[in-house]
């Protein structure tokens, strides 16, 4: 009974997550466990085990068993699959230990192994990750992404103490989770990747303790070093600093790692700055939607002590336009490690801007508070809005009568500008190109609304720090 599934199963581990031979008996015991099986017989495995690049096809048949069985509901079949997984892999202190001895070499190769890892162990799973909406804006300037996660999301009651705490490596449905130590300014932190992977190698790297950011000084330094840990190839961002605002976990100290290029870090300097207190500092306005101040140098000390002072002097900031009263001006923060320097994209955000964050139509798209994942330029969209869309497609190319006065409408104020911009109802083709140009248009407007300079503000803001345009 599941000889042949089982034994492919523990060829794939010999093959994909390092399980020794010797261990091959005892994690086939385990998962017969799992099962209810007490006569396995071992077989040849099938010959396409080695070339597998997830395990979801070999586990599939596995799973329809469990269910068929009764041993686990739908809702168990999650929590099954990385028990079973948990049985082929290394254990978390063997892993540590096999990405210690690799970073010590080079440390792309490192995460580089522990991505690839993550994915052949089915934690980060690419089949749910194909599942969302994904496009590039490629009619804007700066090609911002655009992602609708329709991934199911975890319920808050199913972790330890909260979604980043270690203890939930090995915390159900989640078995086969898997994390690497580091240290940050003295400080145990982890590092483990991201089941959403809304960029390339997403992942997170957290405090060991459950507590929030100190914010200032401290938690740039702590940046910065995080940048040390991940790379020149890397990057690491944070919401932790909003200390008065923003969508961010903030109860846990965190921040969010990628390895590729964001768009907002792909754009350049659009206006350079030189600081009367700080001349060795390269600095400059990145041409991005947002207000970001980019700096670098190679010294740790004076860079996390200007970032430390460009945030400190933004929180107070108030003039005619933007009427702060010390609760409304926050900061993000980016940092990388290139040729040596750290270099920081601090971006300058406010609530207290004299107009709008954004146009109350462009709400039903997207709502609320943006995070850094945002600010980059991976504008995550919400779930709703995968089928939303699809309905607005109806009501563009006449498949479905609009009545404006109709108020369960989906995207109704969207539907009804776009009809009236493409003149009535267009082919089904022509109406979902309208409406993702739509949906980019209004995601660039939303990203632009977070803009706080115009001239007046950026000599003033600027001028009280000794900066000066060139």
């Given amino acids: 009974m599941l000889n042949q599934e089982i034994s492919n199963l523990l060829a794939y ?23 209810k099986i007490t006569d396995f017989e071992p077989v040849e495995p099938a010959e396409d085990v080695d070339a597998a690049t997830n395990p979801n096809a070999l586990l599939a048949p596995v799973l329809a068993y ?10 168990g079949v999650a929590a099954l699959k990385a028990d079973i997984l948990d049985a082929l892999m290394l254990k978390p202190s063997e892993l540590n230990d096999l990405f210690a001895d690799t970073y010590a070499v080079n440390k792309q190769k490192a ?9 052949k162990s089915g934690y980060v ?6 599942k969302n909406d994904r496009w590039e804006a490629k009619e804007l300037k700066s090609k911002i992404e655009i992602i609708i996660n329709v991934m199911p999301q975890a319920t808050t009651d199913k972790y330890p103490k909260c979604a980043l705490c270690r203890e939930n490596e090995g915390y159900i449905g ?21 089941r959403h992977q809304y960029f390339d190698k997403h992942g997170v790297l957290v405090n060991g303790e459950h507590v929030a950011s100190e914010g200032g000084k401290t938690a740039m330094k702590k940046l910065a070093l995080a940048a040390d840990f991940i790379g020149a190839d890397g990057f690491v961002g944070m919401d932790s600093a909003v200390e008065n605002g923003g969508a961010s976990n903030t109860a846990h100290e965190h921040f969010k790692t990628g390895f590729r290029t964001a768009p907002m870090l792909r754009q350049g300097i659009r206006t350079r700055l030189k600081s009367q207190d700080y001349p060795y500092l390269e600095m400059g306005i990145a041409d991005w939607y947002s207000t970001v101040i980019r700096f670098a140098h190679s010294n740790l000390e004076k860079t996390v002590e200007f970032a430390d002072l460009l945030i400190s002097a933004w929180k107070k900031y108030s003039d005619d336009r933007i009427v702060n009263d010390g609760t409304k001006n926050f900061c993000s923060a980016v940092c990388r490690k290139i040729n040596g320097k750290y270099t920081f994209d601090i971006v300058l955000r406010s609530t207290a801007l004299k107009r709008p964050r954004m146009a109350a139509d462009y709400e039903e798209i ?12 991976y504008f995550v969209l919400p779930t709703k809005l995968s089928e939303e869309l699809k309905t607005a497609q109806l009501y563009l190319d006449g498949t ?3 009545d404006p006065k109709e108020t369960k409408i989906p995207l109704a104020k969207t539907v009804e500008r776009l009809l009236k911009a493409q003149g009535g109802t267009v082919s089904k083709l022509e109406a979902k190109l309208n409406i993702h140009d739509e949906i980019d248009a209004v995601c660039e407007k939303i990203l632009a609304s977070t803009a706080v300079f115009d ?13 000066r345009e060139l």
Avoid at 125 to 130: L, R
Avoid at 455 to 467: K, R, V
């Fill in 366 to 377: 997207k709502a609320g508070a943006l995070s850094i994942t945002d600010i980059l330029g």
């Fill in 66 to 75: 469990a269910v068929e069985q009764k041993i686990v509901g739908d809702d």
């Fill in 174 to 194: 989640r078995a086969n989770m898997r994390t690497v130590s580091a240290d940050i300014d003295g400080e145990e932190w982890f590092y483990a990747p991201s």
């Fill in 455 to 467: 001239g007046q503000t950026a000599a003033d803001f600027l001028g009280s720090l000794g900066i």
């Fill in 13 to 35: 581990g010999q093959a994909h997550l390092l399980l020794d031979e010797l261990d091959a008996s005892q994690a086939a015991r385990r998962i017969c466990n799992m099962l």
């Fill in 125 to 130: 799973d690419p089949d749910e990750c194909a």
């Fill in 400 to 402: 479905l009568p609009f």
């Fill in 111 to 119: 995460f580089d192994f522990l991505y690839e890892y993550s994915v």
